[in-house]
């Protein structure tokens, strides 16, 4: 067989649903699924009767991933663990659709005891932990010339949502997603093509479709 070459074949990893489901549990619900709780949402893949994005948004829009959400919430805005009346407030508005997480984020952030624990009844410093929580960063004067006043004037939700629904907060959530589903930050190009999925459908939402990319598929495969 003179002249024939045969090249070796590269070694590929080949996706299973299995990997991508096992993760979605981890990912969304920060635990591992049960062998039932896999093989049912494999099975229906395997058989096309859902897609990924499937999939992923029932984990994103559960109960389950809105309580672990709100739960981590209370700890890093309010200092404190939610208590199940806490979570029992908002949990209802976050499944049924009426709520999105950054109405809640900007409710707790707007709230007396936020004011209070994290600002400790002054303005200035509760712009500040608001900013440092939102946008990752301190006030600075561009944040205090627009929300100053607002603070000083005791009108907590006007600079709660000024900064929860500001562009950079939404660039910083579609980074936190890619880093989260990705392994990767998101690049201005991504970030300008997510910002309005977060914006127009919520935090989830971009997250449940992002965990479903043939991207993340594909990484998934590398973690579990």
């Known amino acids: ?13 080949v996706p299973t649903n299995t990997q991508f489901v096992e993760a979605q549990y981890v990912l969304f619900l920060g635990r591992e699924g049960s ?4 093989a049912t949402y494999v099975a229906a893949l395997d058989a096309g009767q859902v897609s990924r994005s499937d999939v992923s948004g029932t984990f994103a829009t559960s109960a389950e991933f809105f309580t672990r959400y709100l739960e981590d919430a209370y700890v890093d805005l309010l ?11 908002w949990l209802g508005g976050l499944v049924e659709g009426t709520s999105s997480m950054q109405d ?33 960063r301190p006030a600075d004067a561009t944040l205090e010339a627009a929300f ?26 579609v980074d936190g ?12 190009t991504a970030k300008d093509s997510w910002t ?6 919520g935090t989830n939402i971009a997250a449940a479709l992002v965990a479903a990319s043939e991207e993340a598929f594909l990484r998934d495969s590398l973690l579990f």
């Open 1 to 13: 067989m003179s002249g024939i070459r045969f090249e070796q074949l590269e070694n590929r990893i």
């Open 35 to 38: 062998s039932t709780e896999v």
């Open 79 to 89: 200092l404190r663990e939610a208590s199940q009346g806490d979570i029992n407030a």
């Open 104 to 136: 809640v984020t900007a409710a707790i952030c707007a709230s007396q005891e936020y004011f209070q624990t994290r600002g400790n009844n002054d303005a200035e410093l509760y712009l500040d932990s608001v900013a440092t929580d939102l946008l990752g």
């Open 148 to 173: 100053l006043p607002l603070a000083d004037a005791g009108n907590l939700t006007a600079v709660a949502d000024g900064i929860e629904f500001s562009l950079e907060r939404a660039y910083d959530i």
């Open 177 to 188: 997603i890619f880093v989260e589903f990705l392994g990767r930050e998101a690049d201005d």
């Open 196 to 201: 309005p999925v977060v914006q127009n459908n």
